[in-house]
């Protein structure tokens, strides 16, 4: 429902401690009614910003994104945060929580459990209608975060652990934003990026009409658009909106990272201006969230991990940087300010029995929704980006007589309904699939999100930002459609698109009219926020039990080899080493999902300074500081971590030492006890 009643502004200023930002638990400092009253204020809006940890497991739990069996984590590239803005409107007291994530998705169960977990805390300030939480969409988060069964197939079922690291990341980055809030303002800027991303189904675009692709001449959408935060004069953080998957890493990649957008944002916050995240304080906030990036590829020569160099993190690297660099170039002229209310409405929608009226369809007719099916070109994956079961995406005839034995399984009318999609599996019957799920939109001053749960192609978007634009007033520049948002429900692409059945158009689970659906429930919402009105919520419903199947074994036991003890070094480095050159420490550990170290890390490389102490310069959260785990004996419970540093360019000559935090559980009694390594000291000159 929409937010008819004003919600109570702050009366008292919150300060935000170091641990929030890392991921720990928010503290408030004690009122001052003084400082409060002569805070001076600059604008109409409060703005708070967040971020946290929501690193899950990293050994030993399956990558979400290429649904590829065997593709677990064995380490962390980079740890996961999740980046948070708290908006406040002073004159009507309505605000909205908005929050990215380094994450695959935010399952429609997930997004239940944060809303829960905000409005407890908060009584009376949020709910699911101003709660926006979306994701970067990498294919190197740990999964098996849904209760939907299908999403969990590969990763041996739900993982708990997962779950709980990714809504306590959502539920602190938005606490942290909430504590933070203080007079501000926000702006807009604008710019495009034509070297970041590749239309990976050309040919499925291709089928949709003139006007449709005259808008996109490259078959991308280059179109970036920017939030600038500043508190009083202080520029806080900032928003970006770009439509490109985070698919720059490939299927064989095991290591936990944020790919293209998680790199863009710690490009901005720890390689540009330095920030420490385990150091205190919230700091600026660079936040690149998603737009409609259903058929947009990171891979520029389109095959997995390629271009521009033949190098998966290099790319990673330059296609972050690329969309750091713009978001910049936009942060820096963002001279339009926002004003005017901030307002929001949602409500769940039903995927797979909505009626669609006859002027959101292209034959003007009537059509509806239907329960969800997989299609051969899904279980083919992209060919582009991470390919699935080894056989085209534009499935071969030879093919045709297992499809038609699989699709026995489907009833004839929604085989029917399905058409032209060979329908394999009825994921949506069988309850394997969310058949509700929400949708939203945001008005911040004169910006408009039309936040949906599912990869959206760039025509998919243009036309519900259109349909979204007409209901709300607003030019078409102003309405951003937010993919990947309050929930995940596969691909939505458009009519023409579907008819093709590449990857995009067999992974769009509730028909030919997906999109159509979305462009007309999302511009009655539009309707309706412009009117003032109110919508019933409804919900989600019950998650099917198979949700919660999970055949992952936990952790047994722990144990160092015969005469040595967990933290002792195996391979010590080297005694110097120069700028550019690589230094390796293993150590004898314990399994990492015996502590997550959350708001923490498992690797530490500190330098000598005076007086003897040592200072932590490089982490588990750096791309130069790599932290893997290997098992070394099954039967006795043996593992490694092995810890890499690339010595960057820039780093100081002088002393240094790998230092390495685990946990350890014990045979039998099943305690668990944390240990520290260090290894034996290294010059770099």
Known sequence: MTQQNPRPAPTRRHVLMGAAAAGGAVALAAPSSASAATEPDVSSYLVGRGIADSTGPAAENGLMGYSKPGQSSTGIQQRLRTRAFVI????????VAWCVGDHAMVPVAAHGAIVQRLSARFPGMYDATNICVTATHTH???????????????????????????????????????????????????????NASVNRSKRAFDLNPQADKDHFPDGIDPNMTVLRFKQGAKDVGTISWFPVHSTSLPNTNTLVSGDNKGYAAY????????QDYLGGGPGFVAAFAQAA?????????????SGPTEDPVKNMQIIGDRQKDAAKRAWSHADTPVTGSISSIARYVDLANTIVAPEYAPDGKEHHTVSGTIGPAMLAGSTEDGPGLGYPEGW????????????????????????????????????AMPNKAMIQVIKLGQIYLACQPGEMTVVA???????????????????????????????????????????EGGHTLYGR???????????????????????????????????????????????????????????????????????TAVFVTGHPKNDLRLGGTYIEVQRQVAGGLWKRVHDDGDHSATFSWKRTNVLTGESNAVVTWDIPAETKAGTYRIVHHGAAKAPLIGTISKFTGTSRTFAVS
């Open 140 to 194: 190197a988060s740990p999964g098996g975060c849904s209760h939907d069964l299908f999403y969990n197939l590969t990763l041996l079922g739900f993982q708990e652990q997962t779950f709980d690291a990714l809504v306590d990341g959502y539920v602190e980055a938005i606490a942290a934003a909430h504590a933070d809030l203080k007079p501000g303002s926000l702006s807009i800027g604008r710019t495009t990026l034509t």
């Open 88 to 95: 406040v409107d002073q004159a009507s007291g309505n605000r």
């Open 396 to 431: 071969p005839d030879i093919l045709a007589p297992f499809w038609k034995v699989l699709n026995q399984t489907v009833p004839t009318w929604l085989e029917q309904a399905q058409s032209p999609k060979v329908s394999l599996i009825p994921v949506g019957l069988i309850g």
């Open 267 to 274: 490009s901005w916050e720890r390689g540009d201006l330095g």
């Open 513 to 583: 009219y997906t999109t159509c659906m979305y462009a007309q429930e999302l511009s009655r919402l539009g309707n309706a926020l412009r009117a003032g009105q109110t919508v019933p919520l409804g919900s989600a419903g019950a998650p099917s039990p198979l949700g919660f199947l999970n055949l992952q074994p936990g952790v047994v036991y722990d144990n160092p080899p015969l005469f040595k003890k967990f933290g002792d070094v195996v391979t010590e480095p080297s005694a110097s080493y120069g700028r550019g050159a690589k230094v």
């Open 461 to 503: 978007g243009l036309r519900v930002r259109r349909a979204v634009a007409a209901a709300v007033g607003a030019p078409l520049e102003n309405v951003l459609i937010q993919t990947y948002t309050n929930g995940y429900t596969s691909y939505s692409a458009t009519p023409e698109e579907y008819d093709q059945q590449d990857y």
């Open 293 to 305: 990036a259903g058929d947009m590829s990171p891979n520029l020569n389109l095959k997995p991990g």
